[in-house]
């Protein structure tokens, strides 16, 4: 059991969880429209792993920290190899169901995490499980849950919670969010929550 169910973390599943075969589990990657490789579970499993300790933190008012196990966004963009141009990289669920866009100029290559297990347990499905992006320095919605297609992009396109009235580049805003590690309500300052 990973340490989000231990928690209860929230489980948030906008359109319900979508369909997918564990075993012909793989991730799509779009240049606009443009297929450029399907990269199977198994050989995001075989790419060079790494645990990232960070905080997702909700838009909603939640933030859990954790131990995340996975590739780190630099090392998944060595094995998509070199992409050019583009200013957008939009995430999505494995039926489309559920999108997220991410400007260029947020990403950031070492603390991004394309994440498979959490504390050396896989992730259960609720909690996104086999795969799902984590985005520390973005509201939790960018953080894509059953990572299907990974499409970067020229023009944006606003996914699910954009077009909902979240914001567009979802930058973690000054306010107060409930600690789920401890129950803590805390004051955080904006940007990626670092403090505690
Ligand atoms: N596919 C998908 N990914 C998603 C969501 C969703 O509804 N569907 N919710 C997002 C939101 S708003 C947050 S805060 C986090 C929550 O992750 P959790 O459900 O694992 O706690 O997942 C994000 N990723
Ligand atoms: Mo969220």
């Keep these: 059991m990973t340490i989000l169910k231990d928690l209860t973390t929230p489980?948030?599943?906008?359109?319900?969880?979508?369909?997918?075969d564990r075993f012909s589990y793989h991730v799509e990657?779009?240049?606009?429209?443009?297929?450029?490789k399907i990269i199977p579970l198994t050989d995001i499993m075989k790419l060079p792993q790494t645990t990232l300790?960070?905080?997702?933190t909700s838009v909603s008012g939640w933030s859990v920290r954790a131990d995340w196990?996975?590739?780190?966004?630099k090392d998944m963009m060595?094995?998509?190899g070199a992409v050019d141009p583009f200013e957008f990289v939009i995430f999505e669920n494995t039926e489309g169901t559920y999108t997220t866009n991410c400007y260029k100029e947020d990403i950031l290559p070492e603390r991004w995490i394309v994440c498979h297990s959490v504390g050396g347990e896989p992730l259960e499905v609720e909690y996104g499980g086999?795969?799902?992006m984590i985005?520390?320095?973005?509201?939790?919605?960018?953080?894509?849950?059953?990572?299907?297609?990974?499409?970067f992009c020229s023009k944006n396109e606003s996914g699910y919670w954009e077009t909902r009235g979240y914001t567009d580049r979802g930058q973690i805003e000054e306010g107060t969010t409930k600690d789920v590690n401890t129950g803590e309500i805390r004051d955080i300052a904006g940007g990626e929550v670092t403090a505690f």
């Design 11 to 20: 489980i948030f599943k906008a359109e319900g969880i979508p369909k997918f």
């Design 29 to 36: 990657v779009f240049h606009d429209n443009k297929l450029l």
């Design 53 to 56: 300790n960070a905080r997702m």
């Design 69 to 73: 196990n996975g590739v780190l966004w």
């Design 78 to 80: 060595t094995a998509i």
């Design 130 to 132: 086999p795969l799902r």
């Design 135 to 151: 985005v520390p320095n973005l509201w939790g919605y960018k953080s894509c849950k059953w990572l299907g297609k990974i499409r």
